[in-house]
């Protein structure tokens, strides 16, 4: 598979975006480049699939690792697009958790 290391890299940077409500704030001073940074991958990221776009049209869709990979681009795209900070509301996960703790030490 030659495109292992896009699909690492499109896999990290959709980890990134969705865990980023645990590790965004605490990065001080580096939040503005690390912003920046996730920009420019999204950024490289669309490129890159459609550049893979215009392969596998040149190819005819014949190379199936090819189609699998730009399906995984078109849907961490568009979900990072859609839902930029979070696909998973964690704060109300938060909540209840705090709740249930709170109600452990009650008893």
């Not at 078109?74 to 709740?99: C, G, S």
Request: glycine share 4%; proline share 2%; net charge positive.
């Amino acid at each position: 598979m030659k495109n292992k290391g896009l699909l690492i890299t499109t896999i990290v940077f959709f980890l990134l975006v969705n865990t980023s409500y645990y590790w965004f704030d605490d990065l001080g001073d580096f939040e503005i480049p690390a912003f920046f940074i996730l920009v420019f991958v999204f950024a490289g990221l669309g490129v890159e699939m459609l550049r893979q776009l215009y392969i596998a049209i040149k190819e005819k869709f014949k190379n199936k690792h090819r189609i699998l990979t730009i399906g995984i681009l078109i849907t961490v795209l568009t979900i990072v697009y859609l839902k930029p900070h979070k696909l998973i509301n964690f704060e109300k996960f938060e909540n209840k958790i705090n709740d249930f703790r709170t109600i452990l030490r009650q008893h």
